[in-house]
């Protein structure tokens, strides 16, 4: 392995605190993976913005996100590596991990396992370097296939954009220009689930963070998911997750 990490942080970057460019000494990567947010780096002299779910892979004289949007402050796991050995840059700056539920899961683990120090380092810093290259490369991989149609991008940006609000399914199937059943075939042919199961895997993953990092009440994280009740939470989540809620936020916070 070519790189070592020393150090992994979770970073919440406070209210009214600006960011600068800093560039990476030699020697020194940084892996930025985003959970929340908004933010944007300096790429090819252009701002490129960023938002949950990004990989950001920093080399010598780069800099890490410079700038966050003061209306949606972003989060992110930090990781610092020193290189061990050069090597020709073989993926993309920035990449996209597609399962959030996953990239909550993998940030807490390798956050803690980091800091208790209990697995052997070498075998710690080959996993974890290896999930995140993994993810790249899926990240990759969804690049090369063929594009999507262009009612269906504008449905996930719909989604993406309003998934805790009450969105709708012939709403939203109203907003790309096609019939419920068109919208259907659709998302079951390119993605494998339908609509609404595309909907509640985002609300299911927004709940899993607040429930890992907040104390908030059952009731008020369902109204900030866009449930209709804490009793539609509960249950949606039970089914999803295969245990409650209570029981998620004692294993993980």
Same mark, same amino acid.
């Given at each position: ?17 600006? &960011? ?29 913005? +960023? ?42 700056? +920035? ?76 709403? &939203? ?28 895997? &985002? ?16 009731? +008020? ?33």
């Amino acid at each position: 392995m070519s790189l070592s990490i020393r150090h992994i942080n979770y970073y919440i970057h406070p209210k009214k605190v600006a &960011l600068h460019l800093q560039e990476l000494e030699e020697g020194i990567e940084r892996i930025e993976i985003l959970t929340k947010g908004r933010a944007w780096i300096l790429h090819e002299g252009r701002d490129v913005e +960023v938002k949950r779910g990004d990989i950001l892979w920093h080399r010598e004289g780069e800099s890490p996100i410079y700038k966050s949007d003061p209306d949606d402050l972003y989060e992110c796991l930090n990781i610092v590596c020193h290189v061990e050995e050069k090597e020709l840059r073989k993926r993309e700056r +920035v990449n996209q991990w597609f399962d959030l539920e996953d990239l909550d899961k993998f940030c807490h683990q390798a956050k803690k396992d980091f800091k208790e120090s209990v697995i052997p380092f070498q075998l710690f810093n080959s996993h974890a370097l290896t999930v995140i290259e993994y993810q790249i490369q899926k990240s990759n991989a969804s690049d090369k296939k063929s594009r999507l149609p262009k009612a269906l991008k504008v449905a996930l940006g719909i989604i993406e954009r309003d998934f805790l609000k009450g969105l709708g399914i012939k709403e &939203l199937a109203s907003h790309v220009g096609l019939s419920v059943t068109h919208l259907h075939e659709l998302f079951r042919k390119h993605l494998s689930l339908t609509p609404h199961q595309h909907i509640l895997r &985002l609300r299911i993953s927004q709940a899993c963070q607040l429930l890992s990092s907040t104390t908030d009440p059952l009731k +008020v994280i369902a109204d900030r998911t866009g449930f209709k009740s804490a009793n539609s939470f509960c249950r949606s989540f039970k089914q999803y997750k295969r245990m409650t809620p209570d029981q998620f936020r004692k294993k993980y916070s």
